[in-house]
């Protein structure tokens, strides 16, 4: 049976490329972390790659938590050189990377990132608070002092100034970093309007701030940011929300909702006007510096003002500077391998 | 049951009685066939509904606008001795200056800029590397116009719509009409969705190497489970015993091919990543994962093909003194080939489709490269249409639609081929 032959002799082959190559150091740098932060470093990844020639940056979005564990995983080609977040690493994932001979990290603040809640062009805009968001998505609200299962199927029924139709807002899912931001800049500011509420304690409180109703206005759409959009268009009283690149992406499709009375736009989020927005950061394994072949130029590429400056490409994808002063404080931490101090929780 | 007589008059009424029982069944004939015709016509109406709209939504990224450029080099910008360190930005800005002298003041000269790809840099670069003798002369350029205006340019922005609510300003606008008034402005069919690897630009971004990483994938797949599978179904088929043991693989096998693929993505991960410490994202991971999923159906089907061989065959074979390898080697596994491959090919594109497990190992990384071997961290077609997908660009909507499009015609030049091999090669005894 030639076949046979052929064939067995490919997977030899195949076998003695695996454990040839397997040998070999790794020449690739490689990123994982928050799909916020993906977009992000997808571009500095490509401008890196494409100006100094050298192999590709393979990136990929693991979500935050996803993006500290395997970073956190150790020291060594088997794991990856930095990891995006949106939010500060925790004091547990901290201590797992010290454990796991992950000592030396640079903390790297890239800028800010703003959560927008839109409509449909085709929709009236509303202005919401943050306590009208929270009674309308919380699992359970106050009313008249008592803690409630959410009565609330339509907006008017919130206040009586919002329109008379039924509450629907598209939102991601939780394993999405985006959920936990909303949650932390939205719900959790929300629910303190709420005397019954704030005068909660420990879990209880979290329980009631922190949980999404179920029985249907709020939607679960999955983390494609992409299908809300098309959702919002095809029902013009939904809600939807997303990180702020999507809202400036699909400007002719979409308005952003103005919270507390601020409109998200990259000005009243840069100037912090805009409440809703959060800190990204990327952290530097830097025991791979040096080592792993092309990693301090793409450090250098990213905190760099092309970059993540002012008009930079990065603020072209949606990124919020940060201001210049603390643009050179980052830059300096990054050139002198900064380690940061243990984070307090 | 009434009593039958046989009288003249009863015999017409049996007549009748006949007539309208055959009339009955021919329309139940006739309504069985209609149900089928409906079944098809269904099916059919949803697959055309399903290309329809792949179509209609990806059509746009089978072109792709560009824009004719004169980029002068000048050897103050460009160093004959250090070529690819040249300040290509200010080649670029020259370039457009020359073309738009009144724009002077550098907000506009930064948003006339964004009518091109931004990495026109890059492209003027390579031309250079390529021709090194345009130095002090000017190089002319097709520049794939950025995202924005490409989709201006095929009219999915609407330029009637009030400024503030698109991504491009009237003064752009018109700096582009400017180029399409000067004959600049040209939509070929777009190459680089097959010959690119990916990018963050949408006008760049091509599938290079998604297929690539997918055939690599493939390959690993077919040369694990091919052999593997087709050893298995000949040890199952000629030479296990029949007892609880051969059942109860038997038994395992049949439900394996049934097992959700990311059920053997979960097991790539913890066995060929965390235990053996294969590297993350490489095809050759993709291929073993794959293997394990098509592996039951190979020898399904290797086994399916043997046992089609006639009895008398091997009869023929044993009674002329041949060893029983014999028999197998030269004249079962052949006469049973076509049906193995067919069954090969139809596992294979199964295995081009799975997106699941390959998620579970990383292969749906943005790497702006093709893959160069098996262990190089690689997308394939399936999860890199999961990335376009949500890629917030404009420009990655249509694409993502082409990207399945690209996948779907794959698939069906896959099956058709085993269809081909089974016509051609296939005998009936």
Same mark, same amino acid.
């Given at each position: 049976?030639?076949?046979?032959?052929?064939?067995?002799?490919?997977?030899?082959?195949?076998?003695?490329?695996?454990?040839a190559?397997?040998?070999?150091?790794?020449?690739?740098i490689?990123?994982?972390?928050?799909?916020?932060? *993906?977009?992000?470093?997808?571009?500095?990844?490509?401008?890196?790659?494409?100006?100094? /020639?050298?192999?590709?940056?393979?990136?990929?979005?693991? /979500?935050?938590?996803?993006?500290?564990?395997?970073?956190c995983?150790?020291?060594?080609?088997?794991?990856?050189?930095?990891?995006?977040?949106?939010?500060?690493?925790?004091?547990?994932? *901290?201590?797992?990377?010290?454990?796991?001979?992950?000592?030396?990290?640079?903390?790297?603040?890239?800028?800010y990132?703003?959560?927008?809640?839109?409509?449909?062009?085709s929709?009236t805009?509303v202005?919401?608070?943050?306590?009208?968001?929270?009674?309308?998505?919380?699992?359970?609200?106050?009313?008249? /002092?008592?803690?409630?299962?959410?009565?609330?199927?339509?907006?008017?029924e919130?206040?009586?100034?919002?329109p008379?139709?039924?509450?629907?807002?598209?939102?991601?899912?939780?394993?999405?970093?985006?959920?936990?931001?909303?949650?932390?800049?939205?719900?959790?500011?929300?629910?303190?309007?709420?005397?019954?509420?704030?005068a909660?304690?420990?879990?209880?409180?979290?329980?009631?701030?922190?949980?999404?109703?179920?029985d249907?206005? *709020?939607?679960?759409a999955g983390?494609?940011?992409?299908?809300?959009?098309?959702?919002?268009?095809?029902d013009?009283?939904?809600?939807g929300?997303?990180?702020?690149? *999507?809202?400036y992406?699909?400007?002719?499709?979409?308005?952003?909702?103005?919270?507390?009375?601020?409109?998200?736009?990259?000005?009243?989020?840069?100037?912090?006007?805009?409440?809703?927005?959060?800190?990204l950061f990327?952290?530097?394994?830097?025991?791979?510096?040096?080592?792993?072949?092309?990693?301090?130029?793409?450090?250098?590429?990213?905190?760099?003002?092309?970059?993540f400056?002012?008009? /930079?490409?990065?603020?072209?994808?949606?990124?919020?500077?940060?201001?210049?002063?603390?643009?050179?404080?980052?830059?300096?931490?990054?050139?002198?391998?900064?380690a940061?101090?243990?984070?307090?929780? | 049951?009434?009593?039958?007589?046989?009288?003249?008059?009863?015999?017409?009424?049996?007549?009748?009685?006949?007539?309208?029982?055959?009339?009955?069944?021919?329309?139940?004939?006739r309504? #069985?066939?209609?149900?089928?015709?409906?079944?098809?016509?269904?099916?059919?109406?949803?697959?055309?509904?399903?290309?329809?709209?792949?179509?209609?939504?990806?059509?746009?990224?089978?072109?792709?606008?560009?824009?004719?450029?004169?980029?002068p080099?000048?050897?103050?910008?460009?160093?004959?001795?250090?070529?690819?360190?040249?300040?290509?930005?200010?080649?670029?800005?020259?370039?457009? &200056?020359?073309?738009?002298?009144?724009?002077?003041?550098?907000a506009?000269?930064?948003?006339?800029?964004?009518?091109?790809t931004?990495?026109?840099?890059?492209?003027?670069?390579d031309?250079?590397?390529?021709d090194?003798?345009?130095?002090g002369r000017?190089?002319?350029?097709?520049?794939?116009?950025s995202?924005?205006?490409?989709?201006?340019?095929?009219?999915?922005?609407?330029?009637n719509?009030?400024?503030?609510?698109?991504?491009?300003?009237?003064?752009?606008?018109?700096?582009?009409?400017?180029?399409?008034?000067?004959?600049r402005?040209?939509?070929?069919?777009?190459?680089a969705?097959?010959?690119a690897?990916?990018?963050?630009?949408?006008?760049?971004?091509?599938?290079?190497?998604?297929?690539?990483?997918?055939? #690599?994938?493939l390959?690993v797949?077919?040369? #694990?489970?091919?052999?593997?599978?087709?050893a298995a179904?000949?040890?199952?088929?000629?030479?296990?015993?029949?007892?609880?043991?051969?059942?109860?693989?038997?038994?395992?096998?049949?439900?394996?091919?049934?097992?959700?693929?990311?059920?053997?993505?979960?097991?790539?991960?913890?066995?060929?990543?965390?235990?053996?410490?294969?590297?993350?994202?490489a095809?050759?991971?993709?291929?073993?994962?794959?293997?394990?999923?098509? #592996?039951?159906?190979?020898?399904?089907?290797t086994?399916?093909?043997?046992?089609?061989?006639p009895?008398?065959?091997?009869?023929?074979?044993?009674?002329m003194?041949?060893?029983k390898?014999?028999?197998?080697?030269?004249?079962?596994?052949?006469l049973?080939?076509?049906?193995?491959?067919?069954?090969?090919?139809?596992g294979?594109?199964?295995?081009?489709?799975?997106?699941?497990?390959?998620l579970?190992?990383?292969?749906?990384?943005?790497?702006?490269?093709?893959?160069?071997?098996?262990?190089d961290?690689?997308? &394939?077609?399936?999860?890199?249409?999961?990335?376009?997908?949500?890629?917030?660009e404009?420009?990655?909507v249509?694409?993502? &639609?082409?990207?399945?499009?690209?996948?779907?015609?794959?698939?069906?030049?896959?099956?058709?081929?085993?269809?081909?091999?089974?016509?051609?090669?296939?005998?009936?005894?």
């Amino acid at each position: 049976m030639k076949l046979i032959t052929t064939a067995s002799a490919i997977a030899l082959a195949a076998a003695a490329l695996t454990v040839a190559s397997a040998a070999q150091a790794r020449d690739q740098i490689r990123i994982v972390g928050s799909s916020t932060v *993906f977009p992000y470093t997808q571009a500095v990844a490509e401008q890196f790659a494409n100006s100094t /020639g050298k192999p590709a940056p393979v990136v990929e979005s693991t /979500g935050t938590g996803g993006g500290f564990k395997a970073f956190c995983g150790g020291v060594g080609v088997d794991h990856p050189d930095v990891t995006g977040a949106s939010r500060a690493i925790k004091k547990s994932e *901290f201590e797992a990377c010290t454990k796991a001979g992950v000592e030396s990290i640079t903390e790297v603040l890239l800028g800010y990132d703003g959560l927008s809640i839109a409509h449909a062009r085709s929709g009236t805009s509303v202005n919401l608070t943050k306590a009208q968001l929270f009674q309308a998505l919380a699992s359970k609200v106050e009313k008249d /002092g008592q803690i409630v299962d959410n009565p609330y199927k339509k907006w008017s029924e919130i206040d009586p100034s919002l329109p008379d139709v039924a509450i629907a807002v598209f939102g991601p899912p939780p394993t999405s970093g985006t959920r936990d931001a909303f949650v932390e800049l939205v719900m959790h500011p929300g629910c303190d309007a709420f005397p019954a509420i704030k005068a909660l304690e420990g879990d209880a409180k979290k329980e009631v701030c922190e949980r999404m109703r179920q029985d249907g206005p *709020f939607i679960e759409a999955g983390e494609n940011d992409n299908l809300i959009v098309q959702r919002l268009e095809a029902d013009p009283t939904a809600l939807g929300i997303f990180g702020y690149s *999507f809202l400036y992406e699909n400007q002719d499709k979409l308005v952003g909702t103005p919270i507390d009375g601020v409109a998200p736009s990259t000005e009243t989020i840069a100037d912090g006007s805009y409440k809703i927005s959060r800190p990204l950061f990327i952290y530097i394994k830097n025991a791979h510096r040096g080592v792993i072949p092309g990693l301090e130029e793409f450090v250098t590429e990213y905190v760099s003002e092309a970059s993540f400056g002012e008009g /930079g490409y990065l603020a072209e994808r949606g990124l919020i500077p940060l201001d210049e002063g603390k643009r050179e404080d980052v830059r300096q931490a990054v050139a002198s391998s900064t380690a940061m101090a243990a984070p307090a929780k | 049951m009434t009593e039958t007589t046989y009288s003249g008059s009863d015999a017409a009424d049996r007549g009748n009685d006949m007539a309208a029982r055959r009339k009955r069944r021919d329309a139940a004939n006739r309504r #069985l066939q209609y149900y089928g015709i409906g079944a098809i016509s269904f099916a059919i109406g949803l697959l055309a509904l399903l290309f329809a709209s792949l179509i209609v939504s990806g059509y746009t990224a089978f072109t792709q606008t560009h824009v004719r450029i004169d980029f002068p080099i000048s050897a103050t910008h460009v160093k004959p001795d250090a070529i690819d360190q040249g300040n290509y930005r200010l080649v670029v800005r020259d370039a457009l &200056a020359d073309l738009f002298p009144d724009v002077t003041s550098p907000a506009d000269v930064r948003s006339l800029g964004q009518i091109l790809t931004n990495n026109t840099q890059f492209f003027v670069r390579d031309a250079v590397l390529a021709d090194p003798s345009v130095i002090g002369r000017s190089v002319t350029l097709e520049i794939p116009a950025s995202d924005p205006f490409d989709q201006l340019n095929k009219g999915v922005i609407d330029r009637n719509v009030p400024e503030n609510q698109r991504r491009v300003t009237d003064r752009q606008i018109g700096w582009f009409d400017q180029l399409v008034a000067q004959d600049r402005v040209t939509a070929p069919f777009n190459w680089a969705l097959f010959t690119a690897p990916n990018s963050r630009f949408p006008e760049l971004a091509g599938l290079s190497g998604a297929i690539v990483g997918s055939a #690599l994938t493939l390959l690993v797949c077919f040369v #694990l489970s091919f052999p593997i599978g087709i050893a298995a179904a000949i040890y199952l088929e000629e030479f296990a015993p029949k007892n609880r043991w051969t059942d109860l693989i038997e038994v395992n096998i049949n439900n394996l091919a049934a097992v959700p693929s990311i059920v053997f993505g979960l097991l790539g991960l913890a066995v060929f990543l965390n235990l053996m410490g294969l590297p993350r994202s490489a095809p050759l991971v993709g291929g073993m994962v794959l293997a394990l999923m098509t #592996l039951p159906t190979m020898i399904i089907v290797t086994r399916a093909a043997l046992k089609a061989v006639p009895p008398s065959i091997r009869e023929a074979g044993l009674g002329m003194g041949a060893s029983k390898h014999q028999v197998i080697m030269h004249h079962v596994l052949p006469l049973a080939m076509p049906g193995i491959l067919t069954g090969t090919i139809i596992g294979m594109a199964h295995a081009l489709g799975e997106t699941a497990p390959l998620l579970l190992i990383g292969m749906n990384a943005f790497i702006t490269s093709e893959p160069g071997g098996i262990t190089d961290a690689a997308t &394939a077609l399936p999860t890199q249409v999961f990335i376009w997908a949500d890629s917030p660009e404009r420009g990655f909507v249509a694409r993502t &639609a082409a990207g399945i499009l690209v996948l779907l015609g794959f698939l069906i030049i896959m099956n058709g081929l085993a269809v081909w091999l089974r016509q051609r090669l296939e005998r009936t005894w």
